[in-house]
């Protein structure tokens, strides 16, 4: 049974946007909206692709004061990337999530993962996100994705643009998408991939226009992030490995924030590291073992070849092995091991951390309950 979120609704006067980033440090959800999750492992565990099952870890994550939740999108033949678990072969739409994700929470911001360049009109995503946005009471916001993988855009019988023209588009995509969000009249935009004769939208974004994020490593990622975003998704330029990690991020994010500061913007970056916390260091090392020994090895090799085949610029520093048990850091340990690391990630430049976990749930209860207390003690949560 579904329920809703017990959290009561913050009502300070500041915007969703605002209170994230007044946080120490930003604290997100990365939801496993496929099947697989992050990791293509055989291991026990309870994990699930289902709506319910999301909802589930959604409002759980708002009653614990999670700052985000966000959802992967993806566009998989059958059997998904395959192995004996077609990993990721099943997956529920971010967008649609999202909507139904509104009304069961408070104070959490839901991201919706849209693949701009398939086929969207920047009239369409700007309609819908209102209507979430309004749903929500404002908490919504769109992880603007301009598709990495080749084999995507065919299945919507589109060409693949390449690299830098498809933040060329999506920039265009989004400035068309913000003028209607902005426009209090009929709106005509003739762009170079997008036209508009008097188009309109109402209802309008709560607090001017939604929360825009995207995730990317390459200079015109990050120029379009300087641009436009109000975070930014990086990856570990060093793998996922973390002390590899932290010691490769205080350069990466300082040319960042220097991207950002040449247009006069100050660019949040969050991390997404994969969490295993158990009360000692053994056993949390025991669970990885376990997890990477039990790995479906076929899934794995094509996750990574997905990662190595095309043009895009993230994930280049990360090995195979790495992709078994997932996510773009891997921090495994105490309690006072992993927030130790969030320390150390926050004095490498990172504003925050999109976390995920092998066995959702009681992960996220025993984060909450062991880790959250601890990082409020530390000074990286309000
Ligand atoms: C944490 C993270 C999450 C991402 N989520 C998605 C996603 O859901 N769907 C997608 O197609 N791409 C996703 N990407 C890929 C980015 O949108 C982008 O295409 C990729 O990072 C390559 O960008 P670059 O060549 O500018 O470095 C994600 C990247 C990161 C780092």
New binding site residues.
Partial sequence: MIRASTAAPIADGRTPLERLKAQPFILGL?LPTQSGGWTPSTAPRDTSWHYDYNAGLTVRADELGFDLAF????WLGKGGYGGTTKYREQGID?LITTAGLAPLTRNIVLIS?V?VLYGWHPLHLAKMGATIDHMSNGRWGL???????PT?APMFGLNHPE?DLR?VIAAEFLQAMEALWRSDANLTFDGAYYKMKDAFVTPKPRHGRPIIV?????D???D?AARYSDLL???SPAGALFEDAVSSLPDFNRHIKEKGAAVGKKVTTI??PHIICRDTEKEAQDVFRAIAAQEDAEAVDNLMQSFTKG?????RGHKRDQRIVGG?IQMIGTPEQIVDGMLRLKAAGCDGV?INFFDFEPDLEYFGTRVLPLMVQAGLRH
């Fill in positions: 990365f959802a992967l999108a993806q971010p993962t693949h992880n603007v994705v301009t598709g990495y993988v995507e690299h933040y995207n995730a990317g490593s390459s015109a990622g990050l379009f998704f990086i990856t991390i997404n043009d895009n610029k993230s994930f773009n999109q």
